[in-house]
């Protein structure tokens, strides 16, 4: 597996799909598993839940770091005993002409168009869309996250695309503790989870939320990273001003998370761009009420567990939030929906099983 930060510890997206399915695939006595990590990783351990961890150096830019690390991962794999090289998202698809010369069979998971993301500009966006092309050419098969990614890949640059969903953990209720300490009770805040980028639409949240009523006797909770995005970091602290309403709690760990999304009102994702979101597949498994935007991957995704607004619309969000805050009944009917939602489609195991046959009929072709 080339692409990631590597696990375990690591809270962003590929690297969650990886620490949640690489154990699995170990554990089912079909696949030896080794997943490529940068040598900054706070873990010991070279191997994790029977997952073989490697290292690789990269340069720690907020452009480079990926695709160095991800180059130094495929020179080491050239002549390693693997069969298959997996890689993640499309910077790195480009390298993935390197394995096959060396007779491997090439994978690639598309998680998201990363040319879309606003940090891109320039030669970056013009680099991800040359490998968005490369990523359904270069590999032997192209996975994506989403119906939506598999359309309209398929569509644009008329080749095949497998679609296989991430999953989510089976979450168990965390009552109210340590949250406590930032004015967090039963129920009465709204919860973002995510990383703190402009495409996440937190700062128009922010904006909804200042406009609901006070007599509501909200709060909002902001958990997330900031990495690389100072500036909107800041945007987001003016944006909130002198409201002590607005509770910015940084990078959560998994019991901090869990009292979150097991206490919190809504959680709300108003983002203009995902692949497939773990943090509203995470809502759905702890059986939050949710908001979201329109953008198809994250409608589809919630289906009926969630009320969905105007991706971008403001007005639309903040009737949203309301709609749900201020009707008890309905709130609970999203939350059931969500618990039976999240254990169909977006279970782990049977997820699992979908790799394994992937790699299968690529190792027969």
Known sequence: MIGSRGFPGQRAGIERVLESICPRLVASGKARVRVWCPTWLDYAGNTYRGVELKRANGLRTKYGDTFTRSLRATLGELVSDSDIVHYHAIGSAPLALLPRLFRKRVVL??????WQRSKWSGAGK???RFAEWASVRVPHLTLAVSQELK??????HGRAVSYI???AEPRSQAP???IAQFGLGRRDFLLFVGRLVPEKGVHLLIEAFRRLPTDLDLRLAIAGPAWYESDYDQRLHELAGEDDRVVFLGEADDERLAELYSNCQVFVLPSDVEGMSLSMLDALAYGSAIVTSSIPPNANLVG??????DAGDVDALEAALLAVVSDDQQAEKLRARALARAGGEFDWDR???QWLDAYEGVLDR
Do not use: K, P
């Not at 359309?151 to 644009?156: F, G, K, N, P, S």
């Not at 009926?304 to 607004?309: E, L, Q, R, S």
């Open 351 to 353: 997820i699992t099983d």
């Open 151 to 156: 359309d309209d890949l398929e569509q644009r």
């Open 304 to 309: 009926d567990a969630g009320v969905v607004f």
């Open 176 to 178: 109210v503790d340590d």
């Open 165 to 167: 969903a991430n999953g």
């Open 126 to 128: 013009l680099y991800l």
């Open 109 to 114: 998971t598309v998680h998201a168009l990363d």
